[in-house]
């Protein structure tokens, strides 16, 4: 696919929110008594919660990772599509996958602040994956073999 300037500038003003909101989320907000207070409120046992707890930032910092690669948009290259939408759709995934649990802890322990950056991560990645999807199929049916490219 080829980044158009909108495109290119909407991803990399996105990975750029994401990249801090999942920073934030992942060393700020989430933190051992967090996981506690979640596990206990789903009735389960907390004596797994460090381990629960590293797992959760080791998928943080991918994420954190993967959402830096959408920076790199900026430089026009296309095999960066994939991998932007992939890591895009990835966290999306987080709306589903994050136990509600969790939400109401750091309600509990930070107010509604504490669910804004996973809000705005998740739900922002579930917006960029359907508009890069949509630029996708857009510029597959503009560049199909025999028919004239837009200039």
Known sequence: MLWTPKIRLVTVLCSIVFVLGTAL?????IDLDLIEASMRLKGADTAE?????????????????????GLLVWFRWRWLFWPVLAFNVGQAFGVFVVPFEVHR???GEHGWPGVLPSLVTDGGA???SIVLILAYVRSRRLTRTGDPVRL
């Open 49 to 69: 919660a460090p381990t629960y707890l590293s797992a959760l930032r080791l998928v943080g910092n991918v994420f954190i990772a993967g959402n830096a690669l």
């Open 25 to 29: 989320q992942n060393y700020v907000i």
């Open 105 to 107: 802890a750091a309600i």
């Open 126 to 128: 579930v917006i960029l």
